[in-house]
């Protein structure tokens, strides 16, 4: 594990704003942090950053304790926290030549990440011009500048349209599967991280209720028959008589748990024989949004 | 920002008195070498103590940790992997090097505006006297008397984001300062807020026990006195304890 918390729990004054976190995060993996605005978040992020004091529990990078192998374990990890930390009087060059002369890194490597964010004809300009995305694209070349192994990105894509949220992640997914990083990222969007996460952990109130793999996720997806139909409330109540399952009507659909094509062959007959117009009938997976949703409202 | 009102204060302030000495030269020609330097060094040095010194401490103090707070970098800088010592002694030691560097620059300045006086207006006996060596003393004795004032802004700083509280407590305490030391209150070399004036105050009152209107006068500047090692002493202490808040510190 890259990073393995047991029983972490933070308090801000009385209110517990993480409690009891386990969290597993393997090696080589792009971890999808999830949760709504003010879940806890950040918190964390600053917990594993040792930016607050861990009250309860332990963390553990790299197999190391954080407390007593703080600079070591900073040294390789790059980070970015909600918006990026920049000297707006300074060029963008300048932001990361100062970074690079803390960190103590070739200047040749300044070049080569305003390449990768492709920041090179804007270098010379003020960061304090600079648009959110491209603020939010150097924040991404100072925490990538010393090649950490381990990547904490706490909403990255903030601010980038969608065209910049492409390319950022497909340089998540670049650094994750031919430089063998490992990528921690927070988002309230599970769209966002569905399509480049290995692994996805979902928080709200600052409790873990779910961790595991993305197809561990897609796993608790039940699939639904989909009925596109004239009259949906009357076909509900008319479904509902005959003992079937209606988890949701709007004015277009009717959504029934879908148990077998045998099952939704007799749903259509029976409707067409009591005189119901049926315009569709399909088998539908439940998008992924709506399980976020669901897992963070049933809390 | 910080860097440049340290050099550009002394300029200005020098800048206006060789204008004013400049224009008002006749009736100043009698005066003799020494009695010019210290009406020219003395200008400046008796407001320094009491408001200058202090102000421009508030002041550095807050330019060096308020550019980290306004771009947001402190939870940056403590997320790299450099010991929190290093950031916050790096931190204070740029401080401490603008107020140095701002002292030297009045020295240097005064000194050269003096003798550019001597030059233009050969009637100003500024050659007469060679006020090099007492300046810097002066200077230098000024200085160590600040570095009490420059921990407790510095910490001030450091904790609070915006300029107001510093700035606020930074001036209140000046003038509190400047009225007990003003006053000749006993214990006032405790207040480190007090020593810059204690220092130009202790200059004086040489200057006018020894000066007898015949012969050249005597100053001797006593460095270490009791407020100087009072300041020196606060500026150790609080800028160990300050390392200590940061450790405990949560980066918000």
């Known amino acids: 594990m890259v990073i393995d918390t047991e029983g972490l729990t933070f308090n801000f004054g009385k209110q517990t704003v993480v409690k009891s976190l386990s969290l597993k995060v393997p090696e080589g993996s792009i971890y999808g942090f999830l949760g709504p605005n003010g879940a806890g978040k950040t918190t964390t992020i600053k917990l594993l950053l040792n930016l607050l004091k861990t009250q309860e529990g332990s963390i553990h990078i790299f197999e190391q304790e954080l407390q007593s192998n703080r600079i070591n374990i900073l040294s390789q990890i790059g980070s970015l926290i909600e918006q990026p930390a920049i000297y707006l009087h300074l060029s963008g060059k300048e932001n990361l030549l100062n970074r690079a002369l803390l960190l103590q890194v070739p200047e040749k490597r300044v070049n080569e990440m305003l390449d990768l964010v492709h920041l090179t004809s804007a270098a010379h300009k003020k960061a304090g011009q600079y648009s959110l995305g491209m603020k939010q694209r150097l924040g991404i070349a100072l925490a990538l500048l010393s090649d950490p192994k381990l990547l904490i990105l706490d909403e990255p894509t903030n601010g980038l349209d969608p065209n910049g949220i492409i390319e950022v992640r497909e340089l998540l997914i670049r650094l994750v599967n031919q430089h063998q990083k490992t990528v921690f990222i927070s988002s309230h969007l599970l769209a966002e991280v569905e399509r480049m996460a290995t692994h996805v952990g979902i928080i709200n109130f600052g409790e873990l209720l779910f961790q595991g793999s993305i197809n561990d996720l897609q796993a608790l997806n039940q699939p639904q028959v989909q009925i596109e139909t004239e009259n949906t409330v009357d076909v509900a109540n008319f479904l509902k008589r005959n003992n079937f399952t209606v988890t949701e009507v709007d004015d277009h659909h009717i959504y029934i748990p879908f148990t077998s094509k045998q099952n939704m062959g007799e749903i259509n007959t029976l409707l067409n024989q009591n005189g119901y117009i049926i315009y569709s009938i399909n088998k539908q997976q439940k998008d992924l949004e709506k399980l976020f949703l669901a897992i963070t409202h049933t809390a | ?252």
């Open chain 2, 1 to 252: 920002m910080g860097f440049w009102s340290s050099v550009l204060l002394p300029l200005v302030l020098c800048l206006l008195l060789f204008i004013g000495f400049f224009n008002h030269s006749e009736k100043l020609s009698h005066s003799p070498g020494m009695i010019l330097w210290l009406q020219f060094a003395g200008a400046i040095l008796g407001i320094m103590g009491s408001l200058i010194l202090p102000m421009l401490i508030v002041f550095i103090a807050y330019s060096v940790n308020s550019i980290e707070h306004k771009a947001d970098t402190w939870k940056s800088l403590f997320s790299l992997p450099i010991s929190k010592l290093s950031v916050y002694a790096a931190k204070y030691f740029y401080a401490f090097f603008l107020v140095l560097l701002c002292l030297l620059l009045f020295v240097l300045f005064t000194l050269g505006f003096g003798n550019l006086l001597g030059v233009l207006k050969p009637e100003l006996k500024f050659s007469e006297y060679n006020v090099a060596s007492l300046l810097t003393k002066v200077y230098l004795k000024l200085f160590l008397s600040s570095l009490g004032i420059l921990s407790i802004q510095f910490l001030l700083s450091l904790l609070f984001r915006d300029f107001l509280k510093p700035m606020g407590i930074g001036f209140v305490c000046t003038i509190t300062g400047v009225i007990l030391a003003g006053n000749g209150w006993t214990y006032a070399y405790l207040f480190p807020y007090s020593h810059p004036m204690l220092a130009i105050k202790a200059m004086e009152e040489g200057l006018k026990n020894n000066s007898q209107p015949t012969a050249t006068p005597q100053i001797t500047i006593d460095l270490f006195t009791h407020e100087i090692w009072v300041s020196l002493a606060v500026a150790v202490v609080i800028f160990i304890a300050g390392y200590f808040i940061v450790l405990k510190k949560s980066v918000k």
